[in-house]
Each structure stands twice: as C-alpha cells, then as structure tokens.
C-alpha cells in the first residue's frame, strides 16, 4: 500500500520569498502523484499532477514541482509567494493499478506574512 | 458549470444523535467519493461509487456509518448514533470516470460536524 509523508507541517515565509514544500512517498508499484490547496473553509483544488514524461510539472499560481523517483519525493515550489497564497497544502499519490484511488499526506500550512 | 454541492455546510449534534449529509456531484461526473477529513490531516477515503454501485468501503466503519447513491447522481451519508469521534469535516468528491487514471478529482466544500 502506498503512503505519502509531507515532512513539514507549518512553513512560514515571507511574502515575495521562496518556498518549497516537500512530500515524499512509498509504494510498490508506479505512481501518479497530485498537489492539491484548500483555502479556508473550501474543498481541495487541484494545483498539479504528474502522470509520466517531464519530471518539471508546473501548475497553477505560478507553482511548480518536480518528481525524483530515486528519491520518491515530490516538492512543491514557488519562486515568490503572495498573502494570498496562505493555505493547507496536500501531496497526494495514486497507484497506477489502483484507478484514481487517491492518498494524502497529512498536510502543510503555507504561512506568508507581509 | 456548477461545482460539487454539499449541504449542509455546518452541522452541530449532540451525541447519539443520526444526521446525515447531501452531496451533488459535476454533472456528467459517475465517479464520487466520501472522504473524512480530521483538524489538521489530510482527506481519507470512506467510500468510492462508481454510478450507484459502492465499489470500494472498506475504510467505512459501518457499524454506525451507511452512505447510498441510489440513482448514481446524487449521495447520501449517514451517521447513527453520532459520536464524539466523529467530529471532523466530510468531504465529497467526483471524477469523470474512472480511468483513464489520473483523472483530476473535484471535491465540495465539505461539511463541518461538531458533536457535542
């Protein structure tokens, strides 16, 4: 069974720094890995997905991440970041053999103070 | 297009109490999810409908928990007798379909139970 580990659970930066939230997972068999946000009081949006071909996935609100298989990780980074982007951040693995049955790791608090 | 529907979005019981909670997938959308969400942890899966068959429970503790999707559109969840465990917020997701794999999956807003 797969499982993800989001090694941070509260990153505070300021606002136009960089930020790389990180998440690493296990599993057997080939994956499909997601980052999701959810802002307060809303349900999960999707921010990226890597599915195959280039490991640089880039996703909305300027966010990208990178896959490392030999290091099952799975970063998520943006160069600057704004107020607006305080929020709860999900790395999610999928199991190729498994459909779209997602797991999450436990979450990372992005806090941008001015 | 309308997003996924949930209702109600808040929802405070005493314990031992039933309640219940209403999710309206993407239209168009046969794949829908329950998940439970604790303060401060990622979502965790309770049950997967593929239409209205329930494809994947195991996690659902059905002893007090029960969810049905009868007309493979809309799903109900339900809780009976509530306990104060079960605090947490319930969210519902849904996909176009199954495969192919990797498939984005958009979630509601959640419900947010308090059982005192």
């Known amino acids: 069974a797969q499982s993800v580990t989001q090694l941070d659970s509260q990153v505070p930066v300021f606002e136009e720094a960089p930020v790389e939230l990180r998440c690493n997972y296990s599993?057997?068999?080939?994956?499909?890995l997601f980052w999701y946000v959810q802002y307060p009081n809303q349900g999960l949006q999707l921010l990226l997905k890597?599915?195959?071909?280039?490991?640089l996935v880039k996703g909305i609100n300027g966010f990208e991440a990178e896959f490392n298989k030999s290091q099952t990780s799975f970063h998520l980074r943006k160069p600057s970041v704004h107020i607006s982007d305080t929020a709860e951040y999900f790395c999610?693995?999928?199991?190729?053999?498994?459909?779209?049955?997602?797991?999450f790791g436990g979450g990372t608090r992005l806090m941008v103070k001015p | 297009e309308a997003g996924v529907v949930q209702s109600p979005r808040y929802k405070i019981i005493e314990k031992k109490q039933p309640v219940a909670f209403w999710c309206n997938p993407i239209?168009?959308?046969?794949?829908l999810y329950w998940y439970l969400q604790n303060l401060g942890q990622g979502p965790e899966l309770l049950i997967r409908?593929?239409?209205?068959?329930?494809?994947?429970d195991s996690q659902l503790p059905k002893d007090r928990f029960s969810a049905e999707r009868l007309k493979g559109v809309d799903s109900t969840l339900k809780i009976q007798p509530a306990e104060l465990g079960d605090s947490a917020v319930y969210l519902c997701?849904?996909?176009?379909?199954?495969?192919?794999?990797?498939?984005?999956?958009?979630f509601g807003p959640g419900t947010r139970l308090t059982v005192l």
């Open positions: 997701a849904s996909t176009a379909t199954p495969q192919p794999v990797g498939n984005e999956q958009f």
């Open positions: 599993s057997s068999v080939s994956v499909y």
């Open positions: 890597y599915l195959s071909g280039s490991t």
């Open positions: 999610a693995v999928s199991e190729n053999n498994a459909g779209n049955m997602l797991t």
């Open positions: 239209s168009g959308h046969n794949t």
């Open positions: 409908y593929e239409n209205e068959e329930a494809v994947d």
